[in-house]
């Protein structure tokens, strides 16, 4: 479909973002547009050598109430909204004196900037831009008339398109597509603003706006496109990295990558070495130095780890990177690298090396899964231990309690079910996504039969609902127990481990990744 004014004439400029701005202005220009502009982007249009027009001019009103009105006026908009196809709507706008306004270029007062430098409410309001998203709004309304502009990225391909009459429907099309999802996300970025200033954590519409950051090699199968998206509302997360090395990331890696990250954000200052395999670890060490805990992690399953990722919280030495040169892995994350072990592990083409910059970040608010149309919401499960209630007769030693620490920290990122045998910050054996908990620590016991379980930690990810478990782990030597405890049988499982003479400590907060 052509558009359906041929000849442009009139173009209104206003602009927040100025990059490039006098560059667009000249060339529009020069493609014969009179341009009208407002306040600063004027005043640097103008010294820049270009005619431009205030648009107090236009509107024979002058800006009022520190510019919250300068833009909102009927010959603005009615310049806007008229369609150039229906006699009535030029005839109209011919008896106003309103003259047409062909292209407009708009970007939007820095909310989100703001938001970012924890700016006071009051300025918050006045960051709050209105004349800007409605001359958007009403330009990509009548979008097969109005050509909308609001990216600075596009404005060599309008030109491009004004000067060869390639700005067709389609094209104006996707523009407009553009300015709605711009003021789209300004509107949900402020709504997500004042749901915090009302404390409305699940409010009636939850607006989360998702801008795209990176597209992805595949989904979760090869068969599947994907992308990674950010929420604009975060100003930091966990998944903020500088890839130095490797082929392009895919949707299991980015998946893996959180699980792996956020495990090892549990830790601290520790230094600890977390391994995963499907987003499920596989081998967690903490240790005195990153070299002792990388090797402790490989150690803990090293058949595992093939395939899988590495993320630690250390900056990871050459020796270090010697190491995991010698194994097949997918990505190794870490919050900083030596030269010489950046060296080591370019070597391998493929193998993805991530530097995290955020690796404390705890901002995001919110666990989203989307289930075809409909979407679960939650908090994100940042609670640990209520308090290590002891519930036996037997009493853990201080060994005993860092090794429950550590192994709820670990089983918290293994599937439902899950179970975790620790042993002086190491993991022996880790076992979850099964039907039945038994299944899972007879599963981790049955695949780990070359280590010792005695004197080892157990800790599970929620109760037991049965006695079996303590059975299971008396016969393989575990020498104590941490769960959250809540079972309606809780004291059979007491009952047992008093028989036994094993240690149990209840959490009191369940940790399942379903």
């Known amino acids: 479909m052509e558009r359906c004014v041929s000849k442009m004439r009139r173009a209104l400029i206003s602009v927040t973002d100025k990059s490039g701005i006098v560059e667009f202005a000249k060339g529009l220009s020069d493609l014969g547009f009179e341009l009208v502009s407002t306040g600063n982007t004027h005043k640097k249009i103008v010294e820049a050598g270009l005619e431009c027009k205030l648009i107090d001019e236009i509107t024979g009103f002058p800006e009022i109430l520190d510019g919250r009105v300068k833009t909102l006026h009927p010959v603005v908009h009615g310049g806007l909204l008229f369609r150039r196809d229906l006699e009535e709507h030029v005839a109209t706008v011919e008896k106003m004196n309103i003259k047409p306004i062909d292209l407009v270029c708009v970007n939007l007062y820095e909310f989100e900037k703001a938001l970012r430098s924890n700016k006071p409410m009051e300025d918050m309001i006045e960051n709050i831009d209105i004349g800007g998203p409605s001359m958007i709004r009403s330009a990509a309304k009548n979008f097969k008339d109005v050509l909308i502009v609001t990216d600075p990225k596009d404005y060599a391909k309008v030109l491009e398109a004004i000067a ?72 930091q997360t966990l998944l903020d990295y500088e890839q130095l090395n490797g082929k392009e990331i895919s949707f299991n890696n980015v998946n893996d990558l959180y699980g792996a990250v956020a495990l090892v954000r549990e830790f601290g200052d ?96 919110y666990d989203i899964k989307y289930l075809e149309g409909q979407v679960l919401v939650q908090e994100l499960n940042t609670k640990m231990i209520d308090e290590m209630k002891v519930v036996t007769e037997t009493k853990p030693s201080q060994a005993q309690i860092d090794d429950m620490t550590f192994g709820m920290k670990v089983v918290k990122y293994v599937k439902s079910n899950a179970i975790c045998i620790v042993k002086n910050g190491v993991t022996l054996a880790i076992g979850g996504g099964q039907t039945s908990r038994v299944w899972a620590l007879e599963n981790a016991i049955h695949n780990n039969q070359d280590k010792d379980f005695n004197g080892a930690v157990l800790a599970s990810d929620a109760f037991f609902p049965f006695n079996d478990c303590v059975a299971v782990a008396a016969d393989a030597g575990i020498s104590a127990i941490v769960q959250p405890g809540g079972s309606v049988r809780d004291q059979d499982s007491i009952d047992l481990c008093n028989e036994k003479n094993i240690p149990m400590v209840f959490t009191g907060y369940r940790q399942f990744r379903h």
Do not use: W
């Not at 992690?297 to 990871?316: C, H, L, M, R, T």
């Not at 690298?337 to 070597?347: H, Q």
């Open 164 to 235: 060869n009459k390639t700005d067709d429907f389609d094209f104006r099309k996707h523009l407009a597509f553009k300015a709605y999802s711009l003021t789209g996300s300004y509107d949900a970025m402020i709504s997500r603003y004042f749901a915090g200033l009302c404390q409305e954590d699940f409010p009636e519409i939850l607006n989360i706006s998702l801008k795209k950051t990176e597209h992805l090699r595949y989904g979760e199968n090869s068969q599947q496109q994907a992308s990674k998206y950010e929420d604009a509302y975060v100003a």
């Open 270 to 365: 520790q230094i600890v070495t977390a391994a995963i395999k499907h987003s499920t670890p596989c081998g967690v060490a903490t240790a005195n130095t990153g070299y002792e805990s990388y090797i402790k992690a490989y150690e803990a399953d090293p058949q595992s780890i093939f395939g899988g990722i590495i993320a630690v919280n250390y900056k990871i030495d050459k020796a270090t990177a010697l190491e995991m040169k010698k194994t097949f892995l997918e990505i190794v994350a870490a919050p900083d690298f030596d030269e010489d072990a950046l060296e080591v592990l370019r070597k391998k083409k493929n193998l993805r090396v991530l530097k995290l910059n955020n690796l404390e970040a705890r901002e995001a608010k």
